[in-house]
C-alpha cells in the first residue's frame, strides 16, 4: 500500500519539503508520482532508505556526499575511503572550533582578570593576531596524517602563475563544481605538482574534488589519481597576502626543523574544508606535504 508524501514525511520524522529536496537531488524518488494532479507517494520499504539517509546526514555529511554512500554499486574500498575523507572533514573543523575556543577563553581571562571590554578589543585586532599567529609558528608541532589513495577531477592550469591565474582558474572551477559527478567529500583540493616534461619553471596545479570513481568527466576538466601518502599538515590563517610567507616558513623552516623530506618536489596540497572563509581573518585553509617516510 502507498503512502500519501504526507503521512510519509511525518512517520519519517521529516517535512514535506525535505522530501521534495531529497527528489530534487535524487536522494528518494516516489514510488509514484500521479501524473493529473502532481500528488506523490512513497513505498512502506522507502523508510529504510530514508532513515540511512537522516543517519548519513546527522553524522554531518553533506547531502551530495551522500548520494554517493548511497549508491548501490559503490565499492566496500570506496565507502571507507568516503569514511576516511568525512573523519579527516570533522577533525579539521573540531581544530578549528578548538582554536575559537582558546580565543574565547582568552577574552573571558583578560575580563575576570580586571581587563576592560577595551582591552579585549585591542586583543583582538589583525595586529595582535598576527604576532600570536607568529609565536605560535615558532612553536608548532607538525601534525603527520595518512591519507588515502585519492581521485581527483577538475579543472587544470599548467605555468608560472605570473599573473595569478590559479585564482582565475578557481573562479572558473566554482562555477562548473555542480557538474562534477560522485563526489564524496565537501573540502576542495588545490593540488601542485610537477609533470615529466614541463619546460623549466612551470608546474601544475589542479582545483578539483575527489571522487569516488572516474565517470561522467566533464567536458575540459582534467583527472589526477594520488597513491596514500603521509603529508605533514599546515595551517594558514588569514590573509591571502601572507599566505606566501607561510609557504617559506614550511620549505626554509617549518620542514627542515622537524627533519622531514618532502617525497616528491613540487607536490602539495591545498585543503579547503569548511573553515576556510575566502581568507577573511577568521579563515583557515590547510596545506598537505607529502613526506618521506
Same mark, same amino acid.
Given at each position: 500500500?502507498?503512502?500519501?508524501?504526507?503521512?510519509?514525511?511525518? *512517520?519519517?520524522?521529516?517535512?514535506?519539503?525535505?522530501?521534495?529536496?531529497? *527528489?530534487?537531488?535524487?536522494?528518494?524518488?516516489?514510488?509514484?508520482?500521479?501524473?493529473?494532479?502532481?500528488?506523490?507517494?512513497?513505498?512502506?520499504?522507502?523508510?529504510?532508505?530514508?532513515?540511512?539517509?537522516?543517519?548519513?546526514?546527522? !553524522?554531518?555529511?553533506?547531502?551530495?556526499?551522500?548520494? !554517493?554512500?548511497?549508491?548501490?554499486?559503490?565499492?566496500?574500498?570506496?565507502?571507507?575511503?568516503?569514511?576516511?575523507?568525512?573523519?579527516?572533514?570533522?577533525?579539521?573543523?573540531?581544530?578549528?572550533?578548538?582554536?575559537?575556543?582558546?580565543?574565547?577563553?582568552?577574552?573571558?581571562?583578560?575580563?575576570?582578570?580586571?581587563?576592560?571590554?577595551?582591552?579585549?578589543?585591542?586583543?583582538?585586532?589583525?595586529?595582535?593576531?598576527?604576532?600570536?599567529?607568529?609565536?605560535?609558528?615558532?612553536?608548532?608541532?607538525?601534525?603527520?596524517?595518512?591519507?588515502?589513495?585519492?581521485?581527483?577531477?577538475?579543472?587544470?592550469?599548467?605555468?608560472?602563475?605570473?599573473?595569478? *591565474?590559479?585564482?582565475?582558474?578557481?573562479?572558473?572551477?566554482?562555477?562548473?563544481?555542480?557538474?562534477?559527478?560522485?563526489?564524496?567529500?565537501?573540502?576542495?583540493?588545490?593540488?601542485?605538482?610537477?609533470?615529466?616534461?614541463?619546460?623549466?619553471?612551470?608546474?601544475?596545479?589542479?582545483?578539483?574534488?575527489?571522487?569516488?570513481?572516474?565517470?561522467?568527466?566533464?567536458?575540459?576538466? !582534467?583527472?589526477?589519481?594520488?597513491?596514500?601518502?603521509?603529508?605533514?599538515?599546515?595551517?594558514?590563517?588569514? !590573509?591571502?597576502?601572507?599566505?606566501?610567507?607561510?609557504?617559506?616558513?614550511?620549505?626554509?623552516?617549518?620542514?627542515?626543523?622537524?627533519?622531514?623530506?618532502?617525497?616528491?618536489?613540487?607536490?602539495?596540497?591545498?585543503?579547503?574544508?569548511?573553515?576556510?572563509?575566502?581568507?577573511?581573518?577568521?579563515?583557515?585553509?590547510?596545506?598537505?606535504?607529502?613526506?618521506?617516510?
Amino acid at each position: 500500500m502507498l503512502i500519501k508524501i504526507g503521512d510519509f514525511a511525518k *512517520e519519517g520524522g521529516v517535512s514535506v519539503k525535505a522530501l521534495r529536496h531529497y *527528489e530534487k537531488l535524487g536522494l528518494l524518488q516516489p514510488a509514484w508520482v500521479n501524473r493529473f494532479n502532481g500528488y506523490r507517494y512513497y513505498a512502506p520499504e522507502q523508510f529504510t532508505r530514508l532513515d540511512l539517509l537522516q543517519a548519513y546526514k546527522h !553524522a554531518g555529511f553533506p547531502l551530495k556526499q551522500i548520494a !554517493a554512500l548511497l549508491d548501490p554499486h559503490l565499492s566496500g574500498r570506496d565507502f571507507c575511503v568516503i569514511l576516511e575523507q568525512h573523519a579527516q572533514t570533522l577533525q579539521d573543523q573540531a581544530a578549528a572550533l578548538q582554536n575559537k575556543l582558546t580565543v574565547v577563553a582568552a577574552c573571558r581571562a583578560c575580563l575576570q582578570q580586571g581587563g576592560t571590554r577595551s582591552d579585549v578589543e585591542r586583543s583582538l585586532s589583525n595586529r595582535k593576531h598576527i604576532q600570536i599567529s607568529e609565536k605560535l609558528e615558532e612553536t608548532m608541532n607538525i601534525p603527520v596524517k595518512s591519507l588515502p589513495a585519492l581521485k581527483l577531477v577538475g579543472l587544470r592550469y599548467q605555468g608560472k602563475n605570473e599573473n595569478n *591565474e590559479i585564482a582565475d582558474t578557481w573562479t572558473a572551477f566554482n562555477q562548473r563544481t555542480q557538474e562534477i559527478k560522485n563526489v564524496i567529500n565537501s573540502a576542495a583540493y588545490g593540488v601542485c605538482f610537477i609533470p615529466e616534461g614541463l619546460p623549466e619553471g612551470e608546474f601544475a596545479y589542479l582545483c578539483a574534488f575527489p571522487v569516488s570513481e572516474f565517470r561522467d568527466i566533464p567536458a575540459g576538466m !582534467a583527472t589526477l589519481e594520488l597513491e596514500p601518502i603521509q603529508a605533514a599538515v599546515f595551517e594558514h590563517r588569514g !590573509a591571502y597576502e601572507t599566505l606566501g610567507k607561510t609557504y617559506a616558513n614550511i620549505y626554509q623552516k617549518w620542514l627542515p626543523e622537524a627533519g622531514f623530506e618532502p617525497l616528491k618536489k613540487g607536490l602539495d596540497m591545498e585543503v579547503y574544508t569548511d573553515a576556510f572563509k575566502d581568507f577573511a581573518p577568521d579563515s583557515v585553509m590547510y596545506i598537505y606535504v607529502p613526506i618521506q617516510t
